[in-house]
């Protein structure tokens, strides 16, 4: 069986898995302190959604290198 | 994606994934082309995202009634959303007004510009060409650095570069880092992040599309014609995805804005 294609794939699924795991922990931090404590809701948003930005910004460097670089 | 794993059956030729080059659709003016300044889809809808939010906001304006028609009752609650949740709580009590017209400026032109990819027939969002996340982008940057200049002179640059309290060896490392984080990778990633979504997700939609037509058309078994349904499934849901995410990247370029707006008004690092 004969594979062709670029490893650039490869290596950008691998490289998402970091930003997945960021993310991941950055909504369970938000989803538990809401939970916790409903009221503190408004604080939270912008500070899980900034968190969310920056722990995006690995994984669409990668993207984008994938991209360029295929 | 269950395209992909099927093997290249009976019509001898494979399924050909889309690629980045169908995002550069011809120009709407071909002639204009040979002179460097090809007017392509992209261009016309940026126009349009123009028209479409001058037209709203000054038909929902129009009529202040004490109890709003539906229309006004959307235009105002878009501009309560930017003004307090983002301008307000972000940037302060203090000075957040100024700065309101500029966010909900750049809210609402990504937000439009960015659900165009959920309109069936435009199907496009504009920032899948990043000229213009790189432009709107260039714009946030020169604008929170002039801010900054403006509010300390020019012991800015050193007020952002460096940190305070920490001892004099660690700035060896410190110092070019945060150069790099503030005044190169920043401007990078808040414009590479509207664009690298909005083009993965108008790929995600054509791949999907393309995999529905390759099984459903150019193949003879019924079997494999019937299996096009969970491709369609699957796309639908992307699909839905990808509208949330257009919300999401809107919001989130805003409130990058503000947050950089915020620290270049701050008075300590």
């Known amino acids: 069986m004969e594979i062709s294609g670029s490893l650039n794939a490869i290596g950008y699924g691998l490289s998402a898995i970091g930003g997945a795991i960021g993310v991941g922990l950055v909504f369970y931090a938000y989803i538990t302190g809401v939970a916790r404590q409903p009221e503190a809701q408004r604080v939270l948003q912008p500070i899980a959604f900034l968190g969310l930005a920056f722990t995006e910004a690995l994984a669409i460097l990668g993207l984008v290198l994938a991209f360029i670089l295929g | 994606m269950i395209a992909l ?15 980045t080059d169908e995002l550069h659709l011809p120009d709407v003016l071909p002639w ?3 002179y460097g300044t090809g007017v392509g889809k992209q261009m016309i809808l940026v126009l349009l995202s123009v028209v479409i939010i001058a037209w709203f906001f000054s038909k929902a304006a129009k009529k202040q009634a004490l109890v709003p028609s539906k229309l006004q009752l959307v235009g105002e609650m878009g501009y309560g959303l930017v003004r307090d949740s983002i301008g307000k709580d972000i ?14 400026t750049v809210f609402f032109f990504v937000l439009v510009n960015n659900i165009y990819g959920a309109i069936p027939l435009i199907q496009l969002p504009s920032f899948s060409h990043p000229g213009s996340a790189y432009v709107l982008a260039g714009i946030i940057y020169v604008l929170w650095i002039t ?8 012991g800015y640059f050193k007020m952002v570069v460096v940190p305070s309290g920490v001892p004099w060896p660690l700035l060896i490392i ?3 880092i945060e150069i790099i984080s503030n005044f190169l990778v920043r401007p990078i990633t808040h414009s590479l992040r509207l664009f690298a979504t909005m083009m993965a997700g108008h790929l995600i939609v054509l791949l999907a599309g393309s995999g529905i037509e390759y099984l459903l058309v150019l193949q003879d078994n019924i079997f494999l014609q019937a299996t096009s349904v969970l491709v369609l499934v699957g796309g639908v849901a992307m699909y839905m995805l990808e509208a949330l995410i257009m919300v ?15 620290g270049a008004l701050a008075d300590e690092h």
């Open chain 2, 5 to 19: 794993a099927l093997p290249a059956a009976t019509t001898g030729e494979g399924f050909v994934p889309p690629t």
């Open chain 2, 32 to 34: 204009a082309a040979d």
């Open chain 2, 91 to 104: 940037i302060g009590q203090r000075d957040f007004l100024k700065f309101v017209p500029l966010l909900f």
């Open chain 2, 147 to 154: 801010i900054g200049i403006r509010k300390h002179g020019i």
């Open chain 2, 174 to 176: 410190l110092i070019p």
């Open chain 2, 248 to 262: 999401i990247q809107a919001y989130v370029f805003t409130l990058l804005t503000a947050i950089y707006i915020q």
